[in-house]
């Protein structure tokens, strides 16, 4: 079974903004990208370190980083 990357961020809700998950741990509702930096920095990630493509640190679904509303 391949290994997931430690964030997920999930496809737009009906309401709204996109699920950010770590393992089974709900980060919190972001509704863009400022949203998911502080997420990732309460994680304890760097913000100035993070890269939205590298997809050993981000799964993206449902959209990229571009798809936020």
Known sequence: MAEHPPVVVHP?????GRRVTAGAEILGLAYG???LL????????DPDQVRFDDRTLIEWLGGGPDVWA
């Open 33 to 35: 990208p400022e949203d």
């Open 38 to 45: 502080e997420f990732l920095r309460r994680a304890g990630l």
């Open 12 to 16: 737009l809700s009906p309401s709204g």
